[in-house]
Each structure stands twice: as structure tokens, then as C-alpha cells.
């Protein structure tokens, strides 16, 4: 997955791997993050409540991980401008807190390939490690994508 030419759902294949810049998660993202949805929660903004629960410290939102794994904010979101139809479906498990301060580092791996017409669907597994390499979440993302314009089949 080198390069900057666009790809399309042809140029997939199972097992290709692709990564997203790591992020360290701050105050900036827990307030903006609440700020969009409305869920402030102590556990997420309180210190000396947080360091009363189990968890010792601030946790981030669930949906706040999950978001890390947007393709849109990977680099291969430029390179899918030709070719992207729809983000079809998103599932993901939650396995092991992600604590203010910590890295998260997502990665992508394509699992599987259902060709239509002059499209497809793409699904990819995710995962996110920590700064320790523990899978912090896992799940899939199906998309909807173009073939080549001018590919006779989705090949």
C-alpha cells in the first residue's frame, strides 16, 4: 500500500496491511469529545473520581477509541477519493481500558473481498495496541467501493 495513486477495489487484497499515525490521548481529546456529545461523565474528566475506581485514572470514551480507527483519518483516505461509495458497517469490542496519557496505535488488515459489478465490498479487521502492544480493541469495517473504470471485472 505504497504510493499515492488512487486505489480501487480491485487493487485490495486479503491480507493487505495499513497503519494510522499513532495518537497520545490528552485533555484536548477528552474535552472535545465531550463537547460533541454531551457524555461527561466523571470518569472521563474527574480526577480524584476516577482514581477511586477500579480503573486508578481517567478512561477514555469508548467511541472516542472507536473513532481512531476512521480510514478517513489513515493516510490511505487520499488515496480512496476515486473510489470510496459508502462506510457500510462498523463492529468493534472493547478489550482493555484506554487511560488519558495513553498511545494508541490503529491498524488495519484486509480480511476479505466480495466483488460486485463495478464495485465491491472491502472488509478490513481492526485492531488498536497501546504503547505496551496490548490489543486495546478490535472489530471490522465493511466498505463500499468502486472498481477501476476501465476493469472488465472486479478480478
Aim: net charge neutral; proline share 5%; hydrophobic share 40%.
Amino acid at each position: 500500500m505504497r504510493g499515492d495513486e488512487q486505489l480501487y477495489f480491485e487493487d485490495f487484497k486479503v491480507g493487505d496491511r495499513f497503519s494510522s499515525p499513532a495518537r497520545t490521548l490528552n485533555d484536548a481529546h477528552f474535552l472535545f469529545f465531550a463537547g460533541l456529545t454531551g457524555d461527561n461523565h466523571p470518569i472521563h474528566y474527574d480526577e480524584e473520581y476516577a482514581r477511586k475506581t477500579p480503573f486508578g485514572a481517567r478512561v477514555a470514551h469508548g467511541l472516542l477509541v472507536m473513532a481512531m480507527t476512521a480510514v478517513g483519518a489513515s493516510p490511505l483516505s487520499h488515496r480512496l477519493e476515486a473510489s470510496m461509495i459508502a462506510f457500510v458497517e462498523q463492529e468493534c469490542r472493547f478489550l482493555k481500558p484506554v487511560l488519558i496519557g495513553d498511545t494508541v496505535y490503529p491498524e488495519f488488515e484486509v480480511v476479505a473481498r466480495e466483488p460486485k459489478r463495478e464495485q465491491g465490498l472491502l472488509r478490513l479487521g481492526v485492531k488498536i495496541r497501546n504503547q505496551r502492544g496490548e490489543v486495546v480493541l478490535e472489530g471490522h469495517h465493511l466498505y463500499l467501493l468502486r472498481c477501476r473504470p476501465q476493469a472488465g471485472s472486479a478480478g
